[in-house]
């Protein structure tokens, strides 16, 4: 097996301070705290206020990475911002943050793989190193949920927050730690199962129509059960391919990141790939479903804590609506 092209050397995150509680969404919804907790395994997320956008969210949590890489914001090669949350359709967020931020020599572009958006950054960073074309880059998964959930809908309300994350990569050494395998897919047969339509209706000829769009406008429609199965299957075989390619098994594995849907997708998946939840990183209780924040912000908090260390093989899994789903294995 060849050794890794890229390996992380900076993470950063940062989250809203306002926390909402399962019981406050019991007075906004027909819903429960005890509903939420076992069906989803969230305790609480994190809400963005209204002039906080997602570049504000992602140029913060960037510039931590930065800081934890030891570069300045003129030393980025490549920005790429992972959002399905954009402030506005134009021009891209990378290019707001990378404004925000004085990433004046960097190309920044935007990545559209809702969940899994993070990983494919990874991948495309890896492709950029590796061909030369970027001496690092900063990968930002930054989403301000909140201002896409239909707050009346409890299906979906319950289950997305607000947060980013961000990782700088830079080329691997010669001593085998790093991004030691990558996988990526999509099925956009299955679209229609997660998604958001347009402000202007699916026909963007034809005038805005609230009620075209349905109960609850341009916000996240959800076939939550049918997400549910191909999620877990999903996230299944990208565990599954990227551990192989790496050349390694479940026992090698000392952190599965997956990405914080819901606790049973978690593990029915670290089931599947045979994983104890003992090395399962858990945070959905606290944040929800960040989307593209999710992994970047979990490997801030693991390694915080002391759950990476030098050395430590992590296996990434990350599923999203599209349907796309990717997964890395790294070797800190
Ligand atoms: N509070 C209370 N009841 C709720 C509720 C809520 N917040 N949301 C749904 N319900 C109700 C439903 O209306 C349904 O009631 P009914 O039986 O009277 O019709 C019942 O709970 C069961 O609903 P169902 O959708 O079958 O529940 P579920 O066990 O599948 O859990 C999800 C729903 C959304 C939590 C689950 O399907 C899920 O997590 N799906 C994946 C979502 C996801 O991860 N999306 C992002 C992917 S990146």
Redesign the pocket.
């Known amino acids: 097996m060849k050794g890794p092209i890229v390996r992380m050397s900076g993470v950063g995150m940062w989250v809203p301070e306002r926390v909402l509680t399962n019981s406050e ?1 019991e007075k906004m ?4 705290d005890e ?2 907790t076992t ?2 395994g969230i305790k609480e997320r994190r809400i963005a206020d209204e002039k906080t956008t997602a570049a504000d969210m992602g140029a913060r949590a960037g510039l931590a990475a930065l800081d934890d890489a030891g570069m300045a914001p003129e030393d980025v090669d490549a920005l790429i911002v992972a959002t399905a949350t954009p402030d506005r359709l134009l021009p891209a967020t990378a290019c707001d943050v990378q404004a925000m931020m004085g990433a004046k020599n960097a190309v920044a572009f935007d990545v559209w793989g ?2 899994t958006g993070w990983l494919y950054g990874i991948n495309i960073a890896q492709g950029l190193i590796g061909t030369g074309q970027a001496r690092n880059a900063l990968i930002i998964g930054t989403e301000k949920l909140s201002s896409i959930v239909d707050w009346k809908d ?6 997305f927050g607000d947060a980013a994350g961000a990782t700088v990569v830079v080329p691997a050494a010669t001593d085998g730690r790093g991004v030691v395998a990558t996988y990526m897919k999509s099925d956009g047969s299955l679209g229609d199962l ?1 998604f958001r339509p347009p402000a202007r209706g699916l026909n963007p000829s034809i005038p805005i129509d609230v009620v075209a769009l349905g109960e609850g406008g341009n916000t996240i429609k ?1 076939a ?2 049918e ?2 199965k191909s ?1 877990v299957r999903s996230m299944c075989e990208a565990a599954e391919i990227a551990l192989k390619d790496a050349g390694l098994t479940a026992g090698d594995v000392d952190l599965l990141i997956p ?1 914080q ?2 606790i ?2 978690i593990e029915a998946t670290a089931k599947y790939a045979g994983i104890p939840m003992d090395r399962v990183w858990v945070n959905i209780d606290r944040y929800g ?1 960040t ?1 593209s924040a999710s992994i970047p912000v979990s490997i801030y908090e693991a390694r915080a804590c002391g759950r990476i260390q030098a050395g430590s093989v992590l296996l990434l899994v ?4 599209g349907f796309t789903w990717a997964s890395a294995v790294v070797r800190w």
Do not use: K
């Open positions: 969404l919804v027909d819903t429960s509903w939420i069906r989803t809702a969940c409890r299906s979906t309300v319950v289950l997660l959800m939550g059960p997400v549910f999620a990405h849907a819901n049973r997708i479903n989307s990350a599923f999203g609506s």
